[in-house]
């Protein structure tokens, strides 16, 4: 048996398919983590959806702010951006099964076991393994909860960009979904800065990647991650982050968990002009 964590797919199926065949995976002893944005910018959104869903316990799963997104547009509480490429998800004859099989994806998953913990973006620097196990089940139970869309009609939006214990209500779980699902960047109090998508060097002062804030709470974590292209296949300071670029003209990645770590890349088809917004 293998686990495996794979960088954000965002609907290129080709080119996952390709780093299964390079990396041997086989559904009936194998084990696949995925660090979110399964959707959105390539070309095949609902086939991705489809085989990640099939695969039923050999699949992990945490939400990303693309996956996000696509369930506020179904929701009619999102604003479809130029770049979004949905259509195949929102027109599919499964699209009610697909969606509601995504709604239920957790924020965070930790395994004990393995060592390892698995987000979309990030942890803020001063939540602790069990402070940010709590705070995504109160965000996904909202997410889940949320029958009339109301969670992702608030959802959107910078602030608050500090997390304090006594924020309450709409601006509590926005604070929790910015930090798992977009953090890049904070200063060193832990205020977010989720403007700035650039790679570490370009920020601006006073900024510094989440991951190298002195003395974070989480340091004692094996963290993997994505959402951060410009970033690159990235090792160090107890987290490994996984998104490569892959739309970017970049690659799709993986890394082996159990045992020793061993990385995988394979080039993606599904290439979009840098000057897009990520």
Known sequence: MGVYAIGDVQGCADALYALLECIGFTAEADEL????????????????????MGLRHRAHVVLGN???????????KGQRHRQDTLEDVLRAP?????????????????????????????LLPSWDLAQAQGLAREAE????????GSFFEHMYGNQPDRWDEN???WERLRVVVNALTR??????TGRMDLRHKGAP???????????????????????????????????????IGLDSGCLWGGKLSAVRLDGEAIFYSVPCRCYRPVAEAR
Request: hydrophobic fraction near 45%; aromatic fraction near 10%.
């Open 141 to 148: 139970a909202a997410i889940r909860q949320s029958e009339d």
């Open 183 to 188: 953090l890049r960047y904070c200063d060193s």
């Open 201 to 239: 060097g370009t920020q601006p002062t006073g900024l510094v990647p989440w991951f190298e804030v002195a003395g974070r709470a989480n340091r004692d974590l094996r963290i993997l991650f994505g959402h951060w292209s410009t970033l690159g296949l990235w090792q160090g300071q107890g987290v």
């Open 66 to 76: 693309h996956d996000l997104h696509l369930l506020a547009v179904a929701a009619g």
């Open 94 to 122: 499964d699209c009610a099964q697909l969606l509601t099989w995504l709604r239920t994806r957790p924020l965070l998953h930790h395994d004990a076991h393995l060592g390892f913990t698995l987000v979309h973006a990030g």
């Open 167 to 169: 924020l309450r209500g």
């Open 33 to 52: 983590w995925f660090t979110g944005d399964l959707v959105n910018r390539g070309p095949a959104s609902a086939e991705v959806l489809r085989f990640v």
